[in-house]
């Protein structure tokens, strides 16, 4: 039996080579792997004694010979194939270990030059791979180190690996190369100037048992790379399994918590806030979203980002929660949640990211790709336009409701005070009555005064100023840009509220 050897990545090759010559198997290797086995006692024949030639052209030409495909791809159930091979000398292969040249890493570090982009190109490493995967009838194909103890536990147990892992290994290794030419693919039309081409690449996370309606199939699928404030990555530490809808309200609870250095609570029901606060520490801002909606909470999300203490455990408890979401657990406060067995909780990684993240939103024959909306802006008294200035708790409450305003389905409007969410109008199809919903939220709630509205986009006309000093909002904060600016403004004026145009808007669809 002959195995060839050939790979990138050395992560665990010397045992598993070892365990194959320890087999009474030949082994057959390449430039720098068989330099590296060979100085760990581990004897091998050099691919060029197969083929009867060197390797050429600085190593780019030493796998691409007859005397390799050959013995790769000749079928053992077909005489002509085993005659043709012993005519021309060719001597089976009958295990291929083989990884990629690193051209990922290589494009992903600072200043890479085209020319050490292209020579991390793998030719024959690819050829190797499809040719031993497509004959896995009867030739094993390894890409992937983690494999190694299984194919080394089969051969001992069998003196072959079994049909089955050598289909399972052929496909691994199809995808391997299929990833790994997407990402040549993307590269290169890059450089080339040419209209960029969406290659996606997640792997299979969970199936579930429905999507956002029982009649509806889904799965879940996770991205290759981990990431911070992602679900797909998250540690469910109890509770039953996600739901679709679960997933989209953990992933919008998440984007909320993204944007909040200072300890921070958000609630959410169907992808909306429907209670946030800050606080000087968790349990106080955890207290302040709690009550900022008590009826809307009932079987929403919550998520902090802080460490999640036996206090807040404490307050969450007697309410009936679907998800906890947290960047750590108190093993007091684990305890406290764990007497609620169905309740999820997840421990995420709340790492600060250095770019947006790509968003991606399915429509009917296509995909809408964008960055993901972290921007933040930090508002200042010059931006205000009207003749009422506003006070520092003005600003405060301002900058908050406008950072909680852009998680809110457009048309969207936040009343705040003092630091949290009283009233929330989300997703109506014209913007004073989504002012109306959150303002009689307020209103019953018992705030009457000194509140501050944030509108996701500008108000087209001054009815949702005339609204707003009915309800006893002192400022607002809108991103301007109406041809009726000039409208909203004189209406601020005449009823004394403080108006702030950040220039921004933050729709969400």
């Known amino acids: 039996m002959r195995a060839l050897v050939s790979v990138s990545d050395k992560t665990g090759l010397v045992p598993f080579v070892q365990g194959l010559k320890d087999l009474g198997w030949e082994i057959i290797a390449t430039g720098g792997t068989q330099k590296l086995l060979e100085s760990e006692g581990v004897g091998t024949i050099g691919i060029s004694e197969v083929t009867g030639f060197p390797e050429i052209c600085d190593g780019r030409v030493k796998t691409l010979h007859p005397k390799v495909h050959g013995a790769l791809l000749a079928r053992r159930d077909i005489p002509e ?25 290589t494009i992903a570090k600072e200043g890479v030059t085209m020319e050490d982009a292209v020579e991390n190109i793998d030719i024959g490493g690819p050829s190797m791979l499809r040719s031993a995967a497509k004959n896995f009838a009867s030739v094993t194909v390894v890409c992937d180190p983690s494999d190694y103890g299984t194919v080394l536990e089969e051969i001992r147990a069998n003196g072959d690996t079994l049909p089955e892992t050598r289909l399972r290994l052929s496909a691994k290794a199809y995808t391997h190369t299929a990833e790994y030419d997407m990402c040549i693919a993307t590269y290169m039309r890059a450089q080339a100037g040419l209209n960029p081409k969406l290659f996606l690449e997640y792997d299979h996370k969970q199936g579930l048992r429905y999507g956002e309606n029982p009649h509806q199939s889904a799965e879940f699928y996770a991205e290759c790379t981990p990431s911070s404030y992602a679900l797909p990555f998250a540690e469910q530490i109890q509770g039953k ?146 003749k009422a200035r506003p006070t520092e708790a003005l600003m405060r409450d301002m900058q908050f409701g406008w950072k909680i305003v852009k998680h809110v389905k457009s048309n969207a409007i936040t009343v705040v005070r003092d630091g949290h969410t009283i009233g929330v109008g989300a997703g109506q199809t014209n913007r004073v009555g989504s002012a109306e919903i959150a303002l009689k939220q307020a209103q019953a709630a018992g705030f009457t005064e000194g509140l501050v509205l944030a509108s996701d986009g500008f108000l087209p006309f001054d009815d949702t100023v005339a609204l707003a000093a009915q309800y006893g909002v002192a400022a607002i904060v809108q991103p301007g840009g109406s041809i009726r600016d000039a409208d909203a403004i004189a209406k601020a004026d005449e009823l004394g509220i403080t108006m702030l145009f950040t220039g921004v808007r933050h729709f969400k669809h």
């Open 241 to 386: 399994e996600l739901s679709y809808n679960n997933i989209q309200d953990a992933n919008a609870a998440l984007n909320v918590l993204r944007d909040f250095s200072e300890p921070f609570c958000v609630a959410l029901k169907h992808m909306n806030p429907c209670g946030a606060a800050t606080g000087k520490t968790i349990e106080e801002a955890w207290q302040a979203a709690y009550e900022a909606d008590k009826v809307s909470i009932y079987g929403g999300i919550v998520g902090v980002n802080r460490e999640l203490t036996a206090e807040v455990a404490a307050g969450m408890k007697p309410i009936f929660l679907e998800i906890v979401i947290a960047p750590s657990y108190t093993p007091e406060a684990l305890e406290i949640l764990s007497s609620k067995k169905n309740l999820r909780v997840l421990k995420v990684d709340m790492t600060p990211a250095s770019k947006a993240p790509t968003q991606y939103v399915g429509v009917n024959g296509g995909l809408l790709v964008q960055q993901l909306d972290t921007a933040i802006e930090t508002l200042t008294p010059e931006m205000c336009v009207t």
């Open 81 to 105: 194939h085993m005659a043709t091979l012993a005519e021309n000398g060719i001597e089976t292969i009958d295990l291929v270990c083989v990884n990629l040249y690193p051209f990922r890493q």
